[in-house]
């Protein structure tokens, strides 16, 4: 469908504020999917169209970071590997199995997370040590969140994030360099099958791209720059933000 050209300069600055947030503790979806559904997009256009543009700022934001050196990515190989499997496979299996079941239970686990660390003040302040092998840990929650990604989506980059916390130690700023690896993979990944259908606006998709890629590096380098400090206020604050929208699409 065709949009009129008033609607590009909006989309452009839609992805820009979300890369932005995204790059610095995920939830750019929030911002980005009610913009697509409320320009008239078919939802699975609307979908294929947020991948396509997501795919943009979480590659932009993990080759910021890969570069500044939080993260290392020829370590987060196996990881990559799993999660591209995992989204696939939950891509696949979301045709034929109703999502509605996790739109409603995945609010209580974030709500859950959000709890715990207004609690725990200090985890992810610095780096602690490891509660699990980094081999186990990539095959684990890279097939299940890249599998939760393919089939659901909303929250993927908030459960990255306090797994990587909690399990592997790392602090805020080296965990969110590693969540933005595993988001560019499954974003890339579920993409690819959009795209194979044909789901998805190409204008609008590069648009708002571009807008991606400049928020990314811009929020990538706060949290260079800033630190872990900078990070947990807005990590729990787009954690709080997609209970509040997941709530309000599941059950209001």
Known sequence: MDLASWVYPLLFLTGFAAGLVDAIAGGGGIITLPVLLNLGLPVSVALGTNKLQASFGSFTAAWHYARRGLVDLRACGRGILATLVGALLGAWVVRSIDGRV???LIPWLLAAIVTYM????KIGGEDRPARMGEGKFALLFGLGLGFYDGFFGPGTGSFWTIACVLLLGYNFSKATGY???MNATSNLAAL???AAAGQFHLAAGLVMGV??????RLGAG???TKGARFV???FLAMAILTI???LWVNFL
């Open 102 to 104: 996790l739109g409603r």
């Open 118 to 121: 207004i609690f725990r003040p």
């Open 179 to 181: 969540t933005k690896v």
């Open 192 to 194: 690819a099958l959009f």
């Open 211 to 216: 807008g991606q890629v400049t928020g990314a």
């Open 222 to 224: 706060l949290v260079v």
């Open 232 to 234: 947990r206020p807005l």
């Open 244 to 246: 509040t929208r997941l």
